[in-house]
Nanobody, 112 residues
Framework: QVLLVESGGGSVQAGGSLRLSCAAY????????MSWYRQAPGKEREFVSA???????TYADSVKGRFTISQDNAKSSVYLQMNSLKPEDTAVYYC??????WGQGTQVTVSS
């Protein structure tokens, strides 16, 4: 059984920064590649960023240049550094592993 626990969400003003963390407990092979998604009220869940087992990264166009994904050497945690936040970044952010497990989400609210 795998458990993903996100943390680091909060409320910030536009232009501010937050760092999200996702800790993985359980089968470590599921965390060789991790990704972040987000879901704003009334909208579908959307892809934000991913990091593969070879440390290559991908980003949604909407966050490229502002967000940075990283993973610790043990691959037990993945992080999302979010800079220059905008009100449209307001959403619940979820991490997902390669086995398809999801965390419970962490709320990010950006005020103008």
């Amino acid at each position: 059984q795998v458990l993903l626990v996100e943390s680091g969400g909060g409320s910030v003003q536009a232009g501010g920064s937050l760092r999200l963390s996702c800790a993985a407990y359980g089968h470590t092979y599921c965390s060789n590649g991790m990704s972040w998604y987000r879901q704003a009220p009334g909208k579908e869940r959307e892809f934000v960023s991913a990091i593969d087992s070879d440390a290559s990264t991908t980003y949604a166009d909407s966050v490229k240049g502002r967000f940075t994904i990283s993973q610790d050497n043990a691959k037990s945690s993945v992080y999302l550094q979010m800079n220059s936040l905008k009100p449209e970044d307001t959403a619940v952010y979820y991490c997902k592993d390669t086995c398809g497990d999801w965390g419970q989400g962490t709320q990010v609210t950006v005020s103008s």
